[in-house]
């Protein structure tokens, strides 16, 4: 068994969208420590530091068996320099002493607090940290001006916190379902994100909604959404406009779907029977905030949209570089690009979209990168 692990430990393929990577792994506790050091940089703004430990963390996430020593890891592709440094000391100590710092840091638990909260970038969390914020109650205190999204986000935090659950998702489901419905029948509404990879818990509820029949979808979104709105199930919600993208040059991280960023006022289980009276506790919530993201697609765009908005955030950023580095293909949530013929290549399945690229399929639930 020893040259066996040894060989699948040297063969770990380069790109993450080239692995299988379940969600249950066997070196949380190094990918863990190498994670919040990947957030530590992205904090200080060194997105290449930050890449290096996702990448490093996301390797490990895809072994097959728990490292046993420093000498395995240094088989593994992405994982020498500093990150080889961590994950000795943590197979040695069981602890990192640079991550106990840093988790202990002023800094980092201000900087973790601040983006945590619903429309709070790194850069905007840096900025009130460095004008003396340090809690929640800070930003009235300094009289910080807030976007409509932060009050929202600040206003609904301790929800917000709260994971949303699967059986929340799926209420929300039924919820956006059946308002959808009264407007547009036969949609397909897919749940995206980290529930389709198998996640039981997320920090939102992400749904990617499409039609064959594209005029079917104009203003659907903007009418389902002021319903829902007049219903009292919506306690804020922004809608982005469908834009233009430059589809023939390299990709960026953004896209151009039609999206509605939204906070869900989503009724408990026993409203009801609170509304009939036989619910006692008089102060009790009938309702929780949850996120959620909807985005609307043109049908031809669909299996494009659904690969990207189901993640994981680092497999998406791998799925693009591995197109155009080896592919010399422009990949986004819209479509695939061959830069030089100035075409896009259609896909009616995620499968094909994987045999367009030259990849093994990686079903959801491997996609936790
Ligand atoms: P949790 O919500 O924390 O459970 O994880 P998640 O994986 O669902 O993360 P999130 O909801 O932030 O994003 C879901 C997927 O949508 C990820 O793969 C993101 O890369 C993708 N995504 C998020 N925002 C955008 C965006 O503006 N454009 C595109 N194309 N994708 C996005
Ligand atoms: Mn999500
Ligand atoms: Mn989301």
Redesign the pocket.
Known sequence: PVSKDKDALSTVAPYACQRQTPLIHHNSKITDALEILGKAASFQGSEVRSLAFARAASVLKSLPCKLQSIEEAKNLVWCGGHCQTVIQEILEDGVCHEVEVLKNSEQYQCMELLTSIFGVGVRTAERWYNDGVRKLSDLADLHIKLTAEQKAGIEHYTDLKQP?TRDEAERVESLITRALDRFVPGLRITM????RRG?QQ?????FLITHPDEEALNGLLEKSVNWMDSQGLLLYHHTKARSHVQTRRRSTHMDGHETCYAIFALPNHDSLKAESGDFTSSGACRWRAV?V?LVVAPYEEYPYALLGWT?SKHFERELRRFSWHEKNLSLNSHGLYNVEKECSIPATSEEEIFVLLGLQYVPPPYRNA
């Not at 995206?192 to 529930?195: K, V």
């Not at 997320?202 to 992400?206: F, L, N, P, Q, S």
């Open positions: 949303v995206t994100g980290g529930f996640k997320g920090h939102d509820v992400d996120r993201d993640g």
